[in-house]
């Protein structure tokens, strides 16, 4: 069935600074759009949620992250209806190049209301779980590719300083 993005989640916002952040203890972890910033003493979402990055660099890159965690305000809530698992919701998105959205020309921005009507074939839950677990898999052998041409790369430099020296 063909659905689009606003029949299988929700946006919320987040107020959270970066400020709000440094120098905080606590058992909860915030996240911005470089990944893991720290931990506060609070949380806003309970369950998984997909975070897109809406302001400032990186826009459109999406994230899936765990309950009992909070984003700070460059970004966004994804919350998934109970119609998606939340990791089909966020490989959708994150397929979807969110970036192509932007406006603004000095700190771009993208925003649900340009994007909510993405439209996506929406499987039942069993096929789902099986794109999820080949995409998992698919990954797995990139970064593996990715880590061996980070090996090959060195080994051609070692072999270069053997041959010529170190320049």
Known sequence: MRVRLEDVCEKESSKLK????????????????????????TYQQSNYYIAVVKDGAGIGRTMLLPPESSIIGTMQ?????DNVLPEY???????????????GATIPHIYFKDYKNEQFDLVSF???????????KIEIIIDNLSKNLLLLDELVRARFVEMFGDP
Do not use: T
């Open 77 to 81: 809530y994804l919350i998934p209806k």
């Open 126 to 136: 069993d096929e789902q779980r099986e794109i999820i677990n080949r995409l998992k």
């Open 18 to 41: 970066q400020s709000d952040v440094i120098n905080q203890n606590g058992l909860y972890p915030v996240y911005g759009a470089s990944g893991y910033l720290g931990n506060i003493n």
């Open 89 to 103: 919701l966020y490989y959708v998105v994150k397929a979807k190049h969110l970036e192509k959205y932007f406006s």
